[in-house]
């Protein structure tokens, strides 16, 4: 790649082993574009209070995960049918499911 940016599929085993190296567990649920597909991750813990973090480009150059949505608790499906439609314009799309104890402490060690 000429932007110097790992493939998608490398910085997703990475962010897979990060989660498990903080006693979290994490896994695809939706795989994308092999090599450039846009990687979005979604936190949560124990299964609750989901937040999508999406790698959006920084003034500075870097490319950083930034909160895109948050679960409403009062409609649950909300959420789920915003990563459908993002699936549906997306066919490159990478979507992660991270739990893990402190979501922000956990994007905030992701790579830019």
Known sequence: MSD???PAHLEVAAILRLAESQGGFATVIEKGERDAG???VVTMFRG???????RMPQSD???AFVLAKSQDT?????FSE??????????DIWILEVDVADAERF??????
């Open 48 to 54: 609750e209070n989901a937040v999508l973090f999406e």
């Open 82 to 91: 915003y990563l459908e439609r993002r699936k549906r314009q997306d066919g």
């Open 74 to 78: 009062e409609n649950q499906m909300e």
């Open 38 to 40: 846009t990687i979005l």
């Open 107 to 112: 994007v905030a060690s992701l790579p830019r």
């Open 4 to 6: 110097g940016r790992l």
């Open 61 to 63: 150059g870097t490319r």
